[in-house]
């Protein structure tokens, strides 16, 4: 008598943007194809399938996944964040306005992975993590300025089809000094 094969599926409940959703899926299920096909939460593209264009950058528990790469099983039990989450209602995100502000998009398919990841590389500065441009990587140093070649280092895995580097770039550096600037002023009435 021949095993009875497991079960390929799994039932599952994933926290994408401070909902739960419930769903069915097969193991070999990217997190992006579950966003996607299953949920509708199509803000998050599929560019290259492979994890080499960004397009498909989420927030897992607040750091940057690529999706496509990422299997919805893994994913159970984390915070997931996509674009469709970044906002605060109808006030965007510091990083989303200076995108739009400084048009750090062309065609805007790569937009939302961008976007993602932008948030991110703010944090990760912030938290004192070096990148391969980074000088002073020794853990007692501040973190560097973030220069254009500390945020193109950072974002590098991120691509963009339109060529609006130099846009992005910009627009990274205002989410940064508004993610700052508000760091500054929820630790001064902190301190009031």
């Known amino acids: ?13 994933l926290d994408i943007n401070g909902e739960k959703h ?20 199509t803000g998050t593209k599929k560019g290259c399938d492979q994890g080499q264009c960004g397009a498909c ?7 940057r996944v690529v999706s496509c790469l990422h299997l919805a099983v893994a994913a159970e039990g984390r915070e997931i964040t996509t674009i469709e989450g ?20 062309q065609c805007g398919y790569c937009t939302p992975g961008q976007v993602c990841s932008a948030i991110a590389v703010i944090e990760e500065h912030a938290a004192g993590w070096p990148s391969a441009a980074t000088e002073d990587v020794r853990p007692e140093s501040v973190p560097p300025p973030l220069t254009p070649e500390e945020i193109r280092e950072r974002m590098s895995g991120n691509l963009c089809r339109c060529g609006a580097y130099v846009t992005i770039v910009q627009a990274v550096a205002r989410g940064a000094r508004a993610h700052e600037e508000a760091r500054t002023a929820t630790a001064g009435e902190a301190a009031a």
Request: proline share 5%.
């Open 86 to 105: 970044i906002a605060d209602g109808d006030d965007l995100h510091p990083v989303q306005q200076a995108f739009l502000d400084l048009d750090g998009y």
């Open 57 to 63: 950058t989420v927030l897992l528990d607040r750091r």
């Open 1 to 13: 008598m021949a095993p009875t094969p497991s079960s390929t599926t799994s039932t599952l409940t």
């Open 22 to 41: 419930h769903l069915s899926v097969d193991h070999r299920t990217t997190l992006l194809d579950a966003l996607r096909e299953r949920l509708g939460l």
